[in-house]
């Protein structure tokens, strides 16, 4: 059975940086995609980032320039690499894996506990 796991979530001053990570076990998912999704409290988990098996990356337009998402095939990881967090950026995070390459967390099959991530102003 595939697991995620998140870590690196914390505390941080607006225009600080934070690095997630995401941690597979049970197989190896060098062939899935491997997606970066948010939720704050009240509202719908969104689209964050997305990397496909042979590294290539889709961003939502509110991260994109300030996030990059990466992973290690041969470590079974994804990263996402935050850097310039506003407020807006407080978030519960969350990996997820499938075969899909999509931006729409309907589609992906596993999903991380998630981690939090609080940007203070």
């Known amino acids: 059975q595939v697991q995620l796991v998140e870590s690196g979530g914390g505390l941080v001053q607006a225009g600080g940086s934070l690095r997630l990570s995401c941690a597979a076990s049970g197989r190896n998912l060098s062939d899935n995609s491997m997606g970066w999704f948010r939720q704050a409290p009240g509202k719908e988990r969104d689209f964050v980032a997305v990397?496909?098996?042979?590294?290539?990356?889709s961003y939502a337009d509110s991260v994109r320039g300030r996030f990059t998402v990466s992973r290690d095939n041969a470590k079974n990881a994804v990263y996402l690499q935050m850097n310039s967090l506003k407020p807006e950026d407080t978030a519960d995070y969350y990996c997820a894996a499938d075969e899909h390459f999509s931006t729409y967390p309907r589609y992906y099959k596993y999903w991380g506990q998630g981690t939090q991530v609080t940007v203070s102003s």
């Open positions: 990397v496909s098996g042979i590294g290539i990356a």
